[in-house]
């Protein structure tokens, strides 16, 4: 059956670039990538001018549209990531943490960096 791109796709592919293809800092593209209707499906398809326009180097943006072939026709694909609600209470019910100390968030920079920082739950 055909893959449907759904949004954990494009998080998924750029995690995937970052561990097996060597584009460093990968999911820092995410929402440029995202902006532009750009995934996985149909990297190859847009010029590589777009792609400098959002940052990528013409290396990075060679291993996104190679690899982007090989990863959305392949298993990992068409696996389904774990399931995060699932995970997020398994994780904190029942568990020790304090509850000003159960949430992690984190802040990525374009030039790579990060910041994190543990807390209770944020409130709007």
Request: charged letters at 30%; aromatic letters at 6%; proline letters at 5%.
């Amino acid at each position: 059956s055909p893959v449907i791109l759904t949004p954990s796709k494009l998080t998924r592919f750029l995690k995937y670039a970052e561990q097996e293809l060597g584009v460093s800092h990968a999911t820092v593209y995410e929402s440029s990538l995202r902006r532009i209707g750009a995934g996985p499906d149909i990297l190859t398809e847009i010029a590589d001018h777009e792609l400098t326009r959002i940052g990528l180097t013409l290396g990075d943006i060679i291993r996104l549209k190679k690899g982007s072939v090989t990863w959305w026709s392949g298993p990992l694909a068409k696996s389904e990531p774990m399931d995060s609600t699932k995970r997020k209470r398994s994780d904190t019910t029942g568990s020790e943490i304090p509850e000003d100390r159960k949430y992690q968030y984190e802040k990525r920079y374009h030039d790579g960096g990060r910041a994190r920082i543990n807390g209770g739950r944020m409130r709007l």
